[in-house]
């Protein structure tokens, strides 16, 4: 922290929308955990306002209050819903079979859908427009809502808001809802079968 305050950290942004070309946005829209510790002045450091990579103990994931007969089912996103992977260098994802048809189910069914990745939030942001385009998910909680723990982020869903005894998770990695072990369900991890019935 003594570095810190000889440090000027600031966002490359499109001041007033002046450059129509520029990729930039014209505030940062993040909360960026410790800039209260940032210099005001001294050398700066210009940064990309990309989503936080790393998880924001401070920040508090509740979600917006629902109505008392409603269960919240809470999905991971990779390995459990998509397989991402990279082809001549270029992103893509492939769809666990029965995803469309599990998610119009549960939606049928009443049930709150919120997707609670570890991943990034554009990264995430950009599956989850593209596989959901009816909007059947209702909330989307990212890496910067988990809790680190070792090498992976656990999913606290003491902090989402929600009564547990109406919430269940549905995740590839058990040590996530390790918080909460009886309101998860293990699914096994998929990447390319294409025969894989665990969602139906």
Partial sequence: SKMLQYMCFKPLLNIDGADPDCPWPREDPYNRYGADQFAHDGSLI???????????????????????????????????????????????????????????????????????????????????????????????????HALPWGPIFVKDMSKIGRDLDRCLIIDNVQENFMLQPHNGIFIVTWYDDPHDTALF
């Fill in 46 to 144: 210009w940064f990309e306002p990309l989503p936080p990579m790393l998880p924001n103990l401070e920040e508090n994931p509740k979600l917006p209050p629902v109505g008392p007969d409603v269960y919240t089912l809470v999905l991971d996103l990779d390995e459990t819903l998509v397989h991402y992977y990279e082809l001549d260098g270029m992103g893509n994802y492939d769809i666990r079979p029965g995803m469309h048809e599990f998610l119009e189910r549960m939606n049928q069914l009443g049930y709150e859908i919120v997707i609670f990745t570890a991943a990034t939030q554009d990264y995430a942001d950009w599956v989850i427009d593209q596989i959901d385009p009816g909007r059947l998910i209702h909330h989307r909680l990212y890496r910067q």
